[in-house]
Structure formats: structure tokens, C-alpha cells
């Protein structure tokens, strides 16, 4: 078969063909364009994901605390936790586990929400180091950090600075924190609450050694909360605090879902409460609203009297 030069002309043109310069610089842009739309919906689709994760660890969290309380005759381990005998604030309460050195050798010591393992309600019998917490299952440890939170180095899963229970006491770090924090003080109790002046005596709180049973700022043994009595109050949130960094500026809230907070209630519901309803108009004469003023508090009391006020606030948050 004879092929014309025309015919071998026109397919020369054809093996030629393609994108010019102009058009690949034309469907950068437009791709450009894609991204810049749909990146901050991706964004929020990512973020309501974290917030419905972080609402379902609070929801696992009160169910087992239910548990708690059958077992504990009401008493639900709810509080804070004190670096030693002497009560120092009730800001502390992210605490779950501390190494207590007072022991030979140093031991761990369960404070808090961390009294759900020596129970039996998590990890498995024995354990590490007879925690009861097993190293190969970190999602037995998971359930206490906020997905926005795991790569916090103070309040993430297992970092440098928090090293889960398993680590503790190889590391230089003395405590196991987690990313959720507690009500420290009982509103139900007939004893004086802490003001703006001072410390009361509500506090639930556990010392990093000495005796096991919680104190109240004056250091007396203190009973733990009762279950029945919260009804349908606070007890557990997204960190409200934190000191201010970087990349935090006024606090952990912002670092983690911004806007607002989760809570957890006594009567095992969770919900979302954004922080115009919690932060904002603080009565205290400080700087900023109500979340930011927990974060630079410096006083003890100051900032004891304005996490009260945060979780009387959840209380009456719709």
C-alpha cells in the first residue's frame, strides 16, 4: 500500500500534538483554585471528625466511671493531684498515673481517672510492671487523649514529656497525664468553697505519695465525689487551661478544637459547648475572657476560683 506524502504529513502533526505551555499553566491554575476552595472544607470535615472522636472517648470514659461507682459504693474518681503532701492546687487534675518515689523501687501510683485500672476496668490483669496496663495495646490508653491533642508533648499519647504509664517510671518525667481535665472540687459538699480570696475545702485531691485516700486543701481526708449527687453536672472537659505557648496563646482550648469544648456529665452524656457560652465575660478583673485567664493565672487561688467558675458554667450551659 503507497502512502501519499499528505497522509505521512498529517501524522507526523498528530505524534506532535500536545499540551502547550499555556494550557498546563492554565490547569495549575485551575487546580490551584480547587485547593484554595475545598482546603478549608477539608479542614472542618477533619476537625468535626477529631470533635465526634473526642465526644465518643468522653461518652467510653463515663460509662466506665458508672462502673466505678458501683463497685466504689457511689464515689466516682473524679479530682486533681498534688506533687506532694501539701495541697498546692486544685488546678492539677489532668494527672492519671504518678511515680511515687517515697517507694524501693519507685512505684506507680494510680490518682484520678487512673483508678480505673487497679479496678479492673482496663488494661488486663498483671500488666506491665503490675499496672495492669499492658504496653502492646495503646487503646486502652487512647480513650484519655483528644484526638486533637495526641501530638501535645505535655498532653499527648506517650510522648517525651507525658510517657504513658508502661514508661513512667524509665523516664525522666514523674507523671502520665491526660488531655482531659476533671472537676477538681465537690459543689455538693457542705464545706466552704474556694472564692477569689482563697482556697475552701472541696477539693478531691490525690498526693504524688504518702497516704492513697484523696485530701481537700487543708489536707484531711476527703471523700470522693458521689455519683448520685452530681446528677447532671460537669465533671470531665477538654483541657480549659494550659500554659500559654506559640502555639497556644490563650491556652489548650485553642490549641485543640478552638472554638469550644467538650463535656462530659455525671449522668454519662457528652456535649459540645462552644466557648462564647464558657469563656466569654469573665467576672474576675483580669486580662481576657474566662479561659484565657485560667491559662496566666498565677495566683493558685485566682486560678482554682476561675476553673470553678468554668464548670459552674457547664452546668448551666443549654
Known sequence: MRITPAAR?????????????????????????????????????????????????????GQLIQMYAIQAK??????????????????ANYFIARKDSSTSPASVRF????????????????????????????????????????EDSEWGYDTTDNPWVTHMLAAAAGSTNTSYSSRS???????????????????ICWVAKGSYDPV??????ARMMSLSRMKSR???????????????????????????????SADGSARWIPRSIIGEDNPDAGAGDLLANIAISSANASRIWNLEYFWKRCDEAP
Open 216 to 221: 481537700n486543701e487543708k489536707n484531711v481526708k
Open 234 to 264: 460537669a465533671i470531665l472537659s477538654d483541657l480549659p487551661f494550659g500554659a500559654p505557648s506559640a502555639a497556644a496563646p490563650q491556652g489548650r482550648v485553642v490549641y485543640g478544637h478552638k472554638n469550644g469544648v467538650n463535656v462530659l
Open 74 to 91: 457511689g464515689q466516682i474518681p473524679i479530682g486533681c493531684s498534688s506533687s506532694t503532701g501539701t495541697f498546692n492546687g486544685a488546678h
Open 111 to 150: 490518682v484520678g481517672l487512673g483508678l480505673l485500672y487497679p479496678a479492673g476496668l482496663l488494661g488486663r490483669t498483671g500488666g506491665v510492671a503490675g499496672t495492669g496496663v499492658n504496653d502492646s495495646d495503646a487503646s486502652e490508653g487512647l480513650v484519655f487523649y483528644c484526638p486533637s491533642q495526641v
Open 9 to 61: 504529513s498529517s501524522a507526523r502533526g498528530h505524534r506532535r500534538r500536545g499540551f502547550t505551555l499555556v494550557e498546563l499553566l492554565v490547569v495549575i491554575g485551575i487546580i490551584a483554585v480547587l485547593v484554595a476552595i475545598l482546603l478549608p472544607s477539608l479542614n472542618k470535615v477533619r476537625d468535626s471528625a477529631k470533635k465526634t472522636a473526642c465526644l465518643a472517648n468522653l461518652r467510653s470514659i
Open 185 to 203: 472540687c465537690d459543689p455538693t459538699s457542705p464545706l466552704p468553697a474556694t472564692t477569689v480570696a482563697g482556697s475552701g475545702e472541696q477539693a
